[in-house]
Each structure stands twice: as C-alpha cells, then as structure tokens.
C-alpha cells in the first residue's frame, strides 16, 4: 500500500486526487469516479501488457508487430525534479528485477509491465529522451536557449521538445496502473515500501503516475504552436515569444502544473518570469 493508506479504500482515494488532476489537465469530465475509473480507458497495448504471463504467448505476438510512434512532447526544463524522480522510479523497477534474478519471486508474482524488464527498459529509453533536457544536463547538452516574454526582459522556465515512443508512454502508464492497484500483490507492495528507492511508496505511486501523464497530455492549439516556435529555433537559441505565445506559454504550464504538482501555486509561481531580464 502507499505510505500513509491500509486498506484499498484508503489507497484508491489517495491516488483520486491525481487521476482528477489528470483529466482536468487535459479538459475531461470524469466525474467523482476513483482512479481505477478514471484511467478505465486503456489502449490494447496497456490491456496486454497488465495480463499475467499466463498470457505471454498472446502479448509476445502482439508486440512483435507494434511499430514504432514516435511522438514530440513538450516538456518544461525542472532542473532535478523530473530526473529525480525517474532515478527512484528506477530503483524501484530494479528491485523487481533483482527479485526475479534472484528466485526472490515466483513466475507469474509480477504483473506484466514490471515483470521482464518490461517497465524498467521503456523507463530507460524515456530517461535518455527526458535527461539532456533538465538542469545541469541541457547545459551540457547544448540546450542552453532561452525562453523570454513577449517584452524581452523576463525569463520563463523554458519548454523542451522532447521525442518519445508512445508504446514507452503506455507501457509506464501500465506501470503505474499496476502499482497503484489497491489489489496488488504482496511482491508488487513490498517492492514499494521495503525496495531499493528512497521515496515513500505513496510518492513513487504517485511520480510513476505523473510522469506517464506529463508524456501523455493532450495537444491543442497552444501546444501545436508552441512545438512549432520552438522547432525553428536552435537549440542554444533564445525564443522571445509573441504576445500570443506567451498567452499560449501560460494556459500550458498551467496544465503541466496541475499534472506534475497537482496545482500547486507556489510551483506555478517558478514559470511566471525570472526578472534578472536580459543581460
């Protein structure tokens, strides 16, 4: 169970909040529904990947035909928060892993996203996608632009284009599913609370939840037209943005927030401007 919850009731209203969160980021309705409803829609690809491995045969052949979708996200620069997060969503995955090396799980004890290196090998692939794009990591990467308002004098945490697998994007998502269940099995619960990771197993539920979502928000006007500015830009170059971007800039880091840090005011704060300005 997540810190903090001991029964599934607990567990699943704990986890309601970003569920909610998520749909609003992305203008839906889902109503008073708990998680489990308000993630109910799953692609074919996420219904495979949480069958057992009684059903391994099935998924295998699916997979093998899958081809590959790769789409462009925009992802804000959060210095350490992202990548933190994926580190201990690692160790966590690498707990399950070790288990299976090990004998530590029978077969079949580990749902399909996290059994296999499943989860743990999309996380990778998605973390040499994410990483040079945060912090110290752009600037040695080259990604040192900046994103400066309409006026040329304040400057905003800077969006990044970022190019994923969507099939990663779904398998993290199952993961996700997975280890929020309030069902989940004992080797799915102790791998949260007793594995390698240091974050609370509430907060990794959490953060796996988040970070599927950030790579899975819906795109609008705002985001087409912000990806498009920032494609014609090198990397290393700054972007003023029109009046009408900075609007746009706005209403999308208002729905990243509300994923990332279900809305936090004071997070939000850190997009409005650095007012150091130009120099």
Do not use: C
């Not at 607990?10 to 889902?30: C, F, I, N, P, S």
């Not at 110290?136 to 284009?161: I, N």
């Not at 994007?169 to 069902?183: E, H």
């Amino acid at each position: 169970m997540p810190a903090g919850t001991s029964t599934p009731d607990e567990t699943a209203a704990y986890l309601d909040k970003w569920a909610l969160a998520h749909a609003q980021a992305d203008g839906r309705d889902v109503g008073e529904r708990p998680v489990s409803g308000g993630l109910a829609r799953m692609s074919p690809l996420i219904e495979l990947m949480t069958l057992t491995d009684r059903s391994s045969a099935l998924r295998e052949e699916f997979l093998a035909h899958m081809t590959s979708t790769l789409r462009t996200v925009l992802l804000p620069d959060l210095d350490i928060d992202l990548t933190h997060a994926m580190t201990e969503l690692e160790e966590l995955l690498l707990t399950y892993g070790g288990w299976e090396e090990d004998g530590g799980v029978e077969a079949g004890e580990l749902p399909a996203p996290l059994a296999a290196g499943a989860a743990l090998n999309a996380l990778r692939r998605v973390w040499d996608a994410i990483a040079p794009t945060q912090g110290e990591r752009a600037t040695k990467a080259g990604r040192t632009g900046r994103l400066l308002a309409s006026d040329g004098r304040y400057e905003f945490v800077p969006l990044r284009l970022v190019d994923v697998e969507a099939a990663d994007v779904d398998i993290l998502a199952a993961a996700a599913r997975v280890l929020g269940d309030p069902s989940a099995s004992d080797a799915v619960r102790e791998g949260l609370e007793e594995g390698r990771a240091s974050m609370p197993a509430g907060e990794l539920v959490m953060r796996a939840a988040q970070l599927a979502g950030l790579l899975d928000l819906a795109d609008t006007d705002d985001t087409e037209l912000l990806r498009e500015r920032l494609a014609a830009a090198g990397p290393a170059d700054d972007v003023v943005l029109t009046e009408t971007e900075e609007q746009a800039y706005r209403r999308t880091v208002d729905r990243v927030n509300g994923m990332w840090t279900l809305g936090d005011p004071v997070e939000r704060f850190r997009y409005d401007g650095d007012r150091r300005g130009r120099p």
